[in-house]
């Protein structure tokens, strides 16, 4: 059958949560952050593993994630919105049992109008700019805010990828600032605040890319496995062309692989004769232009034709297989497309 496998290692998702952990003191929390279908990997599967490995508290974009997550854990675990209280979700919030992250003064109004009681968090904007409440906006509403509760503080890093830029300082100055006294749980660090060491570490950290696998986490196990099937074969003899607009042209005999899987599938265009497949230990050239279900490799030097080659594995970590492509490991993985057919390999007990 000519479909994709897409295997994803809950083991090591579980290990890599574990390994985060461990990077905290004691007295910090670890949530685990499984937005976007768990950066692409399965929500209701990976939120499950992680549970098993001691997570308590997951955060989701939005409430239909909330949503999803609610309905593969049950009740217990807190699932914390980091969209807030959007107007409309009100009911879900509510029967589900979610936790907003609060981004506004307009959301905190409308949260503590519509569900006075229900637990919430605030986001505060410490110089990203994207979501959160501003500094004298807090000034002006904290001392209202504090009486009503809130579980967590929390604010985002820009920069935390990059341990030596100038931000990263900035940020934990101006959360000090806004934080300080209240005597609320706080939380600043993903994946990349952790690395930074205890100073980013508060109560809680919200680690995500590093439990799949993906950079800045250095020392994460991998977590994906992508094999693709090759569904033809073919000679081409120096001075023909392979693929759409004719990119690439062979230099000698050459016998082109025709393997499914293309730009539908999550592997951008931008990999056109850029990237490497595999067969085992063997690297083999992605010749001409990714198409929309198709690419196709130079295996001239192999010694027989195989029956897949993999395009993520432990020779090419998404990381490698994103900056040929010229993005983010982030992107890669969410952009994973859903046409794959999807083996999960549970965490050993
Ligand atoms: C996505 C996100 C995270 C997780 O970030 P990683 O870099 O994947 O660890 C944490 N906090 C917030 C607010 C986020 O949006």
Redesign the pocket.
């Known amino acids: 059958m000519a479909t994709a496998t897409l295997t994803i290692d809950l083991d090591a998702v579980a290990l890599n949560w574990r390994a985060l952990d461990r990077l905290t003191g004691p007295e910090v929390q670890t949530a685990a ?1 499984v ?1 976007a279908d768990a950066y692409g990997l399965g929500v209701t599967r990976v939120a499950r593993s992680l549970a098993g490995a001691g997570a308590r508290r997951f ?1 989701v974009a939005c409430a239909e994630e909330g949503a999803a997550v609610r309905q593969a854990l049950g009740p217990g675990p807190q699932i914390a919105l ?1 969209s807030g209280h959007m107007s409309g979700d009100t009911e879900m919030i509510h029967d589900l049992d979610l936790t907003p992250m609060l981004t506004s003064l307009d959301q905190i109004t409308r949260h503590l109008e519509a569900l006075p009681g229900h637990a919430f968090g605030v986001q505060l904007d410490t110089g990203m700019n994207r979501l959160g409440v501003e500094m004298l906006e807090w000034q002006a509403v904290a001392p209202i805010l504090i009486e009503a509760g809130p579980e967590l503080l929390l604010s ?1 890093l820009a920069c935390s990828d990059e341990p030596d830029h100038p931000m990263n300082a900035v940020q934990l100055a101006a959360f000090h600032a806004m934080t300080d006294g209240t005597g609320l749980p706080r939380s600043l660090a ?3 605040g952790i690395l930074l060491g205890p100073r980013f570490h508060f109560d809680l950290t ?5 439990m799949y696998g993906g950079l800045p986490f250095p020392s994460a196990q991998p977590v994906v496995r992508l094999s693709l099937p090759v569904i033809q074969t073919r000679e081409v003899e120096p001075g023909e062309s392979v693929g759409y607009g004719c990119t690439w042209t062979a230099e000698r005999p050459s016998i082109i692989a025709t393997v499914a899987g293309g730009y539908a599938d999550g592997l951008p265009r931008t990999l056109s004769s850029r990237a490497q497949l595999w067969d085992g230990d063997t690297p083999c050239p992605l010749v001409g232009r990714v198409s929309m279900d198709l690419i196709t490799v130079d295996i001239t030097d192999l010694p027989e034709v195989p029956k897949t080659l993999d395009i993520l594995g432990p020779h090419q970590t998404v990381d490698a297989l994103a900056d040929a492509a010229g993005t983010i490991g ?1 992107e890669l993985l969410t952009a994973l497309g859903t046409r794959y057919l999807r083996r999960y390999l549970e965490p050993r007990a």
């Open positions: 952050v937005k955060f980091l985002h993903s994946t990349g919200r680690p995500g890319v590093g982030y």
